[in-house]
Every structure is written in C-alpha cells, then in structure tokens.
C-alpha cells in the first residue's frame, strides 16, 4: 500500500522556538492533511491542504501542498507548552478513483515543549 | 454534543475469543472508518465504509471484519483473536463523500485492545 515518511519522529524544543515537521510519499495524493492528537484521545483536524502549491495557514500553524503532491510539511510558530502532543500527516487518494476513500497517515512527529 | 463513541475503552481478551468493539456517531454522517495505531506506525487504516452497505478494505484488513447496516453504527469484528491485534483502535466518521471532500474525520477517543 502506500506509504508515508514523516520526519522528525521526536522533538523536543524550547518555549517560543518556531518547529517544522514533514511528510514524504512515494505516491500522489490529492489532498494532504495535518492532525494533531493530545494524551488519551484521538486525532483532531489542523489543517487541509487541496490544491497542489497551496500555502494554508490556521493562528500560529501553516501548511503547504508539495508542487509534486508527494510532500507536504508543517510550521508551527512560536511554540507553547500546549502545542505538547503528536502530529500526524495523512494523504487522501483523488476523487472518482478507487482509493478515495482510503486515508493513509505517516508515523507522527512526538513533540514537546519546554517551559 | 456531536461525538464518536466506541465502546469499550479498554478490553483484555485471550487469543480466539470473538469480540466486538462498537462504534456510534450521532452527526448523521455517512463515511465511517476504523484504525489502529502501533508505536512507530502512526495510524493504518483497517476498514472504511462510505454509505449503509457499503465497505472497503483499508491498508491492514486482515483479521478483522466490519459491518454497516445502519448509517450510525460501524462495528469492528474480531473473529479470533490474535496477540499482534493488540492495539490502539479508533473510529473515526466525516461528512466526507465526493462532493464534499473537505470534510473532516471525527475520532472517537480510542480503544486499547490487549490480546492475550
């Protein structure tokens, strides 16, 4: 099946440092997607990426789709102890094909922050 | 409160025991999906179903079975039982078809599944 490669797998950083975490694919994906999951619960949606090139931005989180629609990566700004949690990336097959509805998630970056 | 609600939370079973997990969301929506995530794995995707009546193999179905006979509910069957079933599961639900392909998935909070 396909697969995605998500890097860093772990980092740890300092209050306020900006972070950056990616996502590669051996495989095209029509739309890229970024969750963020807390201790104890399950994933919640970040931000979605539909366009090829497309730049996104939600408050200190930013985006971009891959020109190729095989990467895609992920900055935060300006971290925060809440910012403390696991990030993953997840690709979505394109419409009228026969994967779209299949969902395929990289590893997820652990990050934590440090007061 | 719109939700995704599996039951149970936890479970410990013994290898070949046939168990279910159940999964229920109230947001009427019609793709439904289970997971399960491992260690280093991130989250793969078992089983997905994108109407009543209507499901598809994910990346790792073996070993597990789904059923969607109602538009709320998406149990996941395990038949027997294995020890490399033990896992994190989660259900997840979106309003997602093909014309509103931006929809976000709902995970539910997870089921930690230990096989024995």
């Known amino acids: 099946g396909q697969q995605l490669n998500q890097s860093p797998q772990s980092m740890f950083i300092q209050e306020g440092e900006d972070v950056s975490m990616n996502c590669t694919s051996s495989?095209?994906?029509?739309?890229w997607l970024w969750y963020k999951q807390d201790p104890g619960e399950g994933p919640v949606l970040l931000i979605a990426?539909?366009?090829?090139?497309e730049l996104t931005s939600n408050g200190r989180l930013t985006a971009q789709f891959g020109i190729t629609r095989k990467d895609s990566f992920l900055n935060i700004s300006a971290s925060i102890p809440s910012d403390v949690g696991i990030y993953f990336c997840a690709g979505q097959g394109r419409a009228g094909g026969t994967s779209y509805g299949k969902l395929t998630f990289g590893q997820g970056t652990i990050l934590t922050v440090h007061p | 409160e719109a939700q995704v609600t599996q039951n149970p939370r936890y479970l410990i079973t013994v290898t070949g025991k046939k168990l279910t997990v159940t999964c229920s969301q109230n947001m009427n929506h019609e793709y439904m999906s289970w997971y399960r995530q491992d260690p280093g794995l991130g989250l793969r995707q078992i089983y997905y179903?994108?109407?009543?009546?209507?499901?598809d193999k994910g990346d790792v179905p073996e070993g597990y079975k789904v059923s969607r006979k109602e538009k709320r509910n998406f149990p996941l069957i395990l038949e027997s039982p294995s020890p490399n079933q033990t896992s994190l599961y989660f259900c997840?639900?979106?309003?997602?078809?093909?014309?509103?392909?931006?929809?976000?998935?709902?995970f539910g909070n997870g089921t930690r599944l230990t096989v024995t």
């Open positions: 990426l539909y366009k090829a090139g």
């Open positions: 997840a639900s979106s309003l997602f078809n093909r014309l509103t392909y931006n929809s976000p998935l709902h």
């Open positions: 179903s994108m109407n009543v009546e209507v499901t």
């Open positions: 495989s095209i994906f029509n739309t």
